[in-house]
């Protein structure tokens, strides 16, 4: 209906964000049957703030519902969690892009490794090699998750209304830290873990144990559900 010559108003609605503490295994398909990707456990959980961006949205949104005590199931769709897979970002980079002193950094730079890279825009990326040979570094750019419907399990330990006072706190250590290129991941006291130099950012390689890869930061198993 048309309501004529009369102009509605409404207050603005806040969302109100809630601090969550939960343990959780990460499952995919991979065609027969689901498989363990990571997991945390009550003595080192993962602990976040809703509304601000800190998880991915399909993992938010389901968790969110769930109260203290509750044990929980469910299955987020790639297109919220990290998106489809996109073959053309695989690229072949000169291999001379990996110089140390002079040298092919074949320390750092080997198949499955994750690098953080930057182009010429000063835009940072993190990718995987796939390849190298005598010439080239292949590397994809998606997140080792894209493509896939994640199916997460746990149990709620702790789901409270966060307080202005933790907020602002958090807001201001993203700003001290710096977080890099929005991706940062925290620790549910303020603190950034950053992707862009040496940290895992989510994409680090998992033993399913919530552990990390050499080059990856301590504690980081929160990886996978953590915003890209």
Known sequence: ??????????????????????????????????????KTEADNPLKFYTELGMTIDGFEKNIANYQ???NYEFTVPQEEAYGAYHPDMIYDLDKDNFMKDGVFD????????????????GQRFLARVLSIDDTKVKVDLNHPLAGKDLTFQGTILVNREASDDEIEALKE?????????????????????????????????HDGEGHCDEGCEEGCGDGCCCDK
């Open 173 to 205: 250590g993203q700003h001290k830290h710096h977080c890099c290129g929005g991706h940062c991941h925290h620790d549910g006291e303020g603190h950034c873990h950053h992707d862009g130099e040496g940290g895992c950012g989510g994409h680090c390689h």
């Open 1 to 38: 209906y048309t309501i004529k010559n009369y102009n509605f108003r409404f207050s603005e609605i806040q969302l109100m964000s809630r601090y969550i503490e939960a343990t959780y295994k990460l499952f995919i398909d991979n065609g027969d049957g689901l498989q363990l990707i990571e």
């Open 106 to 121: 074949a320390g750092h730079v080997y198949k499955d490794a994750i690098l953080p890279l930057q182009d010429g825009n």
């Open 68 to 70: 203290d005590g509750d």
